[in-house]
């Protein structure tokens, strides 16, 4: 089994930073990702990355986010930058022990069998 905890929500103006983190205890999983969720619409994919550092991100986030591991203290993180609007949501992590993150693309949210309880972003404008 595996438990997942994010933090680091909160809520900030346009063109400000957060940066969340993830903490995962029990199983390794080697394919770990972001998901987010806005009131009214479906769970979509924000990044991805592999145990051996390989990262996807959505077209949405490309070049303002970055996804980051450290595997010593199986933490997941996301540095998200310049942030909109149109990213305030819920931002749940995932985890998986799959190959699905060295992949081309990014996964799918039913590639993942574990979820964080999710931490809330808020981007006024």
């Known amino acids: 089994q595996v438990q997942l905890v994010e933090s680091g929500g909160g809520s900030v103006q346009s063109g400000g930073s957060l940066r969340l983190s993830c903490a995962a205890s029990g199983y390794t999983t080697n394919c770990m990702g972001w998901f987010r969720q806005a009131p009214g619409k479906e769970r979509e994919g924000v990044a991805s990355?592999?145990?051996?550092?390989?990262?996807k991100y959505s077209d949405s986030v490309k070049g303002r986010f970055t996804v980051s591991r450290d595997n010593a203290k199986n933490t997941l993180y996301l540095q998200m930058d310049s942030l909109k609007p149109e990213d305030t949501a819920m931002y749940y992590c995932a985890a998986a022990r799959s190959d699905y993150c060295l992949r081309d693309y990014l996964p799918q949210s039913s590639t993942f069998n574990y979820w964080g309880q999710g931490t809330q972003v808020t981007v006024s404008s």
């Open positions: 990355i592999a145990d051996n550092g390989s990262t």
